[in-house]
Nanobody, 125 residues
Framework: QVQLVESGGGLVQAGDSLRLSCAAS????????MAWFRQAPGKEREFVAG??????????YYADSVKGRFTISRDNAKNTVYLQMNRLKPEDTAVYYC????????????????WGQGTQVTVSS
């Protein structure tokens, strides 16, 4: 069983930065693909960023809407994945969810079996 706990959300102004953290329990963190999704009111949950398992190279993947502004990384020693969000825009406002799957490969489809409770990010204009 994997438990995920997100932190780091908040209210910021457009152009500001935030870093989200997701602490994972369990012994399989380093071999698991991790991802961040977000869901705005009235919209479907969408893929933001993902990172593959370390043993296949920690490859990052990004949605086009955040490429160049967001960076995903992982610290296997701390069982934590991060999402550094720079140059935030009002359209980035959403609840951000951390997700994990026991496969080493990232998928952009929200079929991950493990999810955190979500953290709110609000960007004012």
């Amino acid at each position: 069983q994997v438990q995920l706990v997100e932190s780091g959300g908040g209210l910021v102004q457009a152009g500001d930065s935030l870093r989200l953290s997701c602490a994972a329990s369990g012994q399989t963190f380093s071999s698991s693909a991790m991802a961040w999704f977000r869901q705005a009111p009235g919209k479907e949950r969408e893929f933001v960023a993902g990172i593959a398992a370390s043993y296949i190279g920690d490859s990052p993947y990004y949605a086009d809407s955040v490429k160049g502004r967001f960076t995903i990384s992982r610290d296997n020693a701390k069982n934590t994945v991060y999402l550094q969000m720079n140059r935030l825009k009002p359209e980035d406002t959403a609840v951000y969810y951390c997700a994990a799957r026991l496969s080493p490969v990232v998928t952009t489809i929200p079929t991950y079996p493990y999810w955190g409770q979500g953290t709110q990010v609000t960007v004012s204009s």
